[in-house]
T-cell receptor, first 111, second 119 residues
Framework: GESVGLHLPTLSVQEGDNSIINCAYS??????FIWYKQESGKGPQFIID?????DKRQGQRVTVLLNKTVKHLSLQIAATQPGDSAVYFC??????????FGAGTRLFVKA | EAGVAQSPRYKIIEKRQSVAFWCNPI?????LYWYQQILGQGPKLLIQ????????DSQLPKDRFSAERLKGVDSTLKIQPAKLEDSAVYLC?????????????????FGAGSRLTVL
């Protein structure tokens, strides 16, 4: 069935270091992927997205990499800050704009 | 623009009681979603509306959950009777109708959620 999963449930990084959050997906028909950030007590918030015809997309301090060969997605955060502490979800869109979320990775940023 | 509004923020009920959650999406957003997020897990899609029609409710436990979006704007999600395992945050999200070539149009905007505790 459809599933989106993550390699690590928790990631702890030092402030100023780069963070890499990984995600595996299983539906080869998914054509659009999104990373969301969820802070405590809030709903998920859009960070960055990528279409399946791309392998890299950059935003402000964030980069998403897509490897369709191995069905792998990653989110890179440069110069991680305390405000980046949150749970990060990758999500995939299948036909009909159905968005499926993975289990999430909790990022801790140590000062 | 105003975000997605949800109420109540918190609700505590006993099992077998009923509860209803309300969502007002971003103005003009045709697609509305209800997700269930159990503690420590990712959001799970319950139901997806396009205007006032149901697009996908395959994961909605229809024996106890119901949802409606009668006028194609705000929506309610009801649980009756509630079970202990229904304890979760219920998230509402909305999205514009047309995706076009803009990837941003496929992004969901979420409300803060309604946290349900069933005792």
């Amino acid at each position: 069935g459809e599933s989106v999963g993550l390699h690590l449930p928790t990631l702890s990084v030092q402030e100023g270091d780069n963070s890499i959050i990984n995600c595996a997906y299983s539906n080869s028909a998914s054509d659009y992927f999104i990373w969301y950030k969820q802070e405590s007590g809030k709903g998920p918030q859009f960070i960055i997205d990528i279409r399946s015809n791309m392998d890299k997309r950059q935003g402000q301090r964030v980069t998403v990499l897509l490897n369709k060969t191995v069905k792998h997605l990653s989110l890179q955060i440069a110069a991680t800050q305390p405000g980046d502490s949150a749970v990060y979800f990758c999500a995939e869109n299948t036909g009909g704009f159905k968005t499926i979320f993975g289990a999430g990775t909790r990022l801790f940023v140590k000062a | 623009e105003a975000g997605v509004a949800q109420s109540p923020r918190y609700k505590i009920i006993e099992k077998r009681q009923s509860v209803a959650f309300w969502c007002n999406p971003i103005s003009g957003h045709a697609t509305l979603y209800w997700y269930q997020q159990i503690l420590g897990q990712g959001p799970k899609l319950l139901i997806q509306f396009q205007n006032n029609g149901v697009v996908d409710d395959s994961q909605l436990p229809k024996d106890r959950f119901s949802a409606e979006r009668l006028k194609g704007v705000d929506s309610t999600l009801k649980i009756q009777p509630a079970k202990l395992e229904d304890s979760a945050v219920y998230l509402c999200a909305s999205r514009p109708h047309s995706s076009g070539g803009s990837s941003g149009a496929n992004v969901l905007t979420f409300g803060a959620g309604s946290r349900l505790t069933v005792l």
